[in-house]
């Protein structure tokens, strides 16, 4: 939700308008104003933030919601997640970034 010049809340059609209109100037294509939320999380996830701050800044009301929404984040971060373990254990070498 975004507010307006005096405070009360922005009709959310005028924001979409507004972000089309910004995106057809700037030659964006096919980009929805829910896109740029979208690629936040899944840039974070993928970043290896803990999910849980993840579901917190999109203002989900659960974990589960976040996690099945992302999901598909979370297959390489199972590698991930395994090399990381075998590492504090001493059975790998470190990864390269």
Known sequence: M???S?????DPSVLTRAFEKLVRR???TATRLHDP???????????????KVVQERLGHSSFVIT???????????????????????????????
């Open 26 to 28: 700037i030659d964006l």
């Open 2 to 4: 975004f507010s307006g």
């Open 37 to 51: 939320r979208h690629f936040h999380a899944t840039l974070l996830l993928q970043q290896g933030t803990n999910p």
């Open 6 to 10: 005096r405070g009360g809340p922005i």
């Open 67 to 97: 996690m099945d929404t992302y999901s598909h984040v979370t297959p390489g971060l199972q590698k991930q997640a395994a090399q990381d373990f075998a590492l504090a254990m001493g059975k790998a070498k470190p990864r390269d970034n």
